[in-house]
């Protein structure tokens, strides 16, 4: 890579400048001289330049025209600029600079000084990309790290319990299915459009992280819960608000941890304020909430329990659609009818053996 000869056009209407240029730069660097603006913007649609070294004083477009273009322009926005005068303001260099010019140099052009300041600014243009795909690359290597715990954390919540196997992994899917379709009806669009979408989907696994807490005895009994144990079991919503409060105390603001934080304390709240652990009411509930809501008790009915057998697909999209405007919110429920069929397809590919039926489902919703 260090082998690649740097590529620099000089935009000049002084023919003397040109030739100096050329010649002093030449031998180490791919030059290309333009008379004009217009003609620079020509030369850009076949070489992408290193540096452009541009002179403010030019007949039809000057400098800053130019270099106002250039900065429009999301293509060559990046592109470094010095400028080239032959005038000695304070004004103008100020002008330059607010434009987004890099550097200033005075001509006459001294060779000497010509080759020191482009091999400087090139090499700091390198240092930067170097540090950006650093960065990216350490944005990455935490992103994966992150996942990474994510998953172990997710799987140590569902090693509790066997049977629930896939929970977590299936609400995933089923909640990414009605994130689509908010898009496509354009509906929460201006709230959904200011979420990182990996961020949300992934914190979504979380929602049952405050479960660790709750003791076997409960979590595993085979049967239904007493009025005790079930209030006991619906305290698993604020587990996991602490814990998930407890690591944002050693983490600087992080989106995933807030997406993870709503998801486990509202997925159990009711369009109706009859849920828990906040009884919050209608868009009181954050959308993150609303929509797991619906993916956790379509999973929770689908799935083999220790109290339950597994409902069918129809059974359980017929409950959910019964819930409308009392456990579910209504625009998410008519989102749902609409693309239950996906939520079939995920929970079939899925299915495990039933067990013994029991007619009491309450616990689950």
Not at 63 to 78: Q, S
Not at 158 to 181: F, K, N
Not at 265 to 273: L, Q, S
Request: hydrophobic share 40%; no cysteine.
């Amino acid at each position: 890579m260090e082998n690649i000869r740097k590529k620099i056009v000089l935009v000049d209407d002084n023919i003397t400048t040109l030739t100096l240029g050329s010649f002093t730069l030449g031998e180490k660097y791919d030059i290309f001289t333009v008379p004009s603006g217009e003609k620079l913007f020509m030369l850009l649609k076949r070489v992408f330049p290193d540096l452009i070294l541009l002179d403010i004083d030019m007949p039809g477009m000057d400098g800053y025209e130019v270099i106002k273009r250039l900065k429009a322009d999301t293509i060559t926005t990046d592109i470094p600029v010095i400028f080239l005068t032959g005038k000695n303001d304070t004004g103008s260099e100020l002008e330059g600079l607010t434009l987004g010019a890099i550097d200033y140099i005075s001509k006459p052009l001294s060779p000497p000084l010509l080759l020191k300041r482009i091999e400087l600014h090139l090499l700091v243009e390198s240092q930067k990309k170097e540090l950006l795909f650093y960065n990216s690359s350490l944005t990455k290597t935490v992103l994966d790290m992150q996942n990474s715990v994510l998953k172990t954390v997710a799987d140590l919540v569902e090693s509790r319990d066997e049977i629930t196997g896939g929970h977590v992994e299936r609400t995933r899917m089923y909640l990414e299915i009605l994130l689509d379709a908010l898009i496509a009806q354009k509906i929460h669009l201006e709230e959904i459009q200011s979420w990182d979408r990996d961020f949300l989907l992934q914190s979504s696994q979380l929602h049952d992280l405050g479960k660790i807490h709750i003791k076997d005895d409960i979590l595993l009994k085979p049967g239904k819960l007493t009025d005790d144990e079930f209030n006991t079991m619906k305290n698993h919503t604020l587990f996991g608000v602490k814990i998930i409060d407890e690591i944002e105390r050693h983490t600087p603001e992080n989106s995933f941890l807030e997406h993870a934080k709503i998801f486990a304390g509202t997925h159990h709240e009711k369009w109706d304020g009859t849920g828990y652990p906040y009884g919050l009411l209608g868009e009181n509930i954050p959308l993150q909430g609303r929509l797991m809501a619906i993916a956790d008790v379509y999973d929770a009915l689908i799935s083999t329990r220790p109290y339950k057998a597994p409902l069918t697909h129809e059974e359980a999209a017929n409950i959910i659609m019964k819930g409308t405007g009392t456990h579910f919110d209504p625009v998410l429920t008519e989102l749902f009818a609409g693309v239950s069929g996906e939520f079939s397809e995920i929970s079939q590919s899925w299915k495990k053996e039933g067990r013994p039926e029991i007619a009491d489902y309450t616990a689950v919703v």
